[in-house]
């Protein structure tokens, strides 16, 4: 009989498989959510197979309901093989050093463009405005055109995406509608620039003008969900950023430590803000074929979850694991396979998170940015997180006040 755990997983949240993982001392664990099989695995050697493309496959592994709302349907995230490969290339065409610095640059002039208008006000929700920042910076990056009225309409649907996709009832009804809205948008951006038939050097362009291996033009619906592939996740960044912020309240030692010496603390401070908060808790696959891990009989067909979380707080990979600690970073051997909270594996050929190098330059941006940039006071009292939230965040997003500016724009 295999136990039922989607009670406990719903209660207990990230702490629910991590915890089973440790009390049993092993790393594959047969369970049943929703009433449907599934393995569930963590650990490195997990990890690197999870990532083989010939036992595991990605196509209808994730539920719909994350689709209708975090993904979007017919994306890169549910392609195999050749299909997959030339998609992500798609994205990974994008991640060369000079656009990324052009991400980055954008980024820095819409901060200092905001910081301007904080210094007016008493107080502001830090959590709302990096998501408004980082969604002006996204669209100069990619090429799309906006106006205040799509900032006002388009973050908080776009932010909604994200924390309705853990979530069921109403709130997952609200995350739907709220894709489809913006699905829209964009798509009403693609006929305008169909329509006035400019060719330009955007990412806009290049998803617009892509080819799939048959030689045929993605579907407006397809490019809409792939340009959303970009906007949304750069946009929760958002959350990473309020994680650099409660990080510095929570061990304030690290302020001084990151003022005296940036170059040595800044990386290592960003991943472990990466390692040690809880972001998206698992990824799903298929199994491809049938074989034996662990003494474990995996069959065709079968359901399989890859602990992100459970990986990331693995006390074999990661020392005191519970402990904040930047220091481990000095002399960790980072792999492919064991600090995995964007998944692991390559990001060329797998399902690795595209954007792993845009989140890292953007927190370390953000993180340069609240030590030597402004000084604030932090209003809000309660800064804990709940670990059955998916993904979680402090009180709706953390308040700040009294902002004064320390260096004038470079
Ligand atoms: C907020 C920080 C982010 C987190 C926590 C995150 C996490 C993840 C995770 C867990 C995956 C799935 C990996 C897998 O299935 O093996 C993924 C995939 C993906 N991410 Fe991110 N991501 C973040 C930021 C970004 C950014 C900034 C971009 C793009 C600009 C991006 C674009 C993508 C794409 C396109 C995929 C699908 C890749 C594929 O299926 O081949 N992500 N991300």
Not at 58 to 84: C, I, S, W, Y
Not at 122 to 133: G, K, L, V
Not at 286 to 305: A, D, M, P, S, Y
Request: glycine share 6%.
């Amino acid at each position: 009989m295999v136990e039922e755990s989607s009670i406990g997983f719903w209660f207990k949240g990230y702490d629910y498989f991590l915890d089973q993982f440790n009390a049993t001392k092993n790393n594959v664990l047969k369970r049943r959510l929703l009433f449907k099989k599934y393995y569930i695995l963590r650990g490195e050697e997990a990890t690197a197979l999870f990532y083989d493309q010939e036992r595991f496959s990605r196509h209808k592994a994730t539920p719909k309901r994350f689709k209708k709302t975090l993904f979007g349907l017919n994306g890169v995230q549910g392609l195999d093989g050749e299909q997959h490969k030339a998609r992500k290339q798609l994205f990974m065409h994008c991640m060369n050093v000079d656009s990324l610095n052009q991400l980055n640059t954008y980024f820095d002039e819409a901060w200092f463009e905001a910081v301007e208008d904080w210094k007016a006000k008493n107080t502001i929700n830090y959590f709302d405005e990096m998501e408004r920042i980082l969604f002006k910076c996204a669209c100069k990056w990619i090429g799309l055109p906006f106006t205040k009225k799509d900032i006002v309409n388009q973050v908080p649907r776009i932010s909604r995406m994200i924390s309705s996709a853990g979530k069921i009832g109403i709130q997952h009804w609200r995350g739907r509608s709220a894709r489809k809205a913006t699905e829209n948008w964009v798509k009403s951006l693609i006929k305008n620039y169909r329509n006035k038939k400019k060719n330009s050097d955007t990412i806009f362009d290049h998803f617009i003008g892509y080819k799939n291996p048959k030689g045929k033009h993605l579907p407006d619906q397809i490019v809409a969900v792939e340009i959303l592939n970009l906007l949304r996740p750069i946009v929760a960044v958002a959350r990473y950023m309020t994680f650099n912020l409660k990080a510095l309240e929570d061990y304030p030692s690290y302020k001084e430590k990151l003022r005296e010496n940036y170059e040595e603390y800044g990386e290592n401070f960003i991943q472990e803000v990466r390692r040690f908060y809880p972001f998206f808790p698992v990824i799903s696959g298929r199994i491809r074929k049938n074989f034996e891990f662990k003494g474990h009989k995996f069959t065709k067909g079968q359901r399989v979850l890859l602990d992100l979380y459970a990986t990331n707080h693995y006390a074999k990979l990661w020392k005191a694991p519970e402990r904040f600690y930047p220091e481990r970073f000095m002399n960790a051997q980072i792999s492919p396979f064991n600090l995995i909270p964007q998944g692991g594996g390559d990001h060329y050929k797998n399902h690795r998170c595209a954007g792993e190098w845009i989140t890292i330059n953007l927190m370390k941006r953000n993180l340069y940015f609240l030590i030597y940039d402004i000084n604030y006071t932090v209003k809000s009292k309660n800064l804990r997180i709940k670990k059955n939230q998916f993904p979680p965040l402090p009180a709706n997003g953390i308040k700040i006040s009294k902002i004064t500016k320390l260096r004038l724009m470079e």
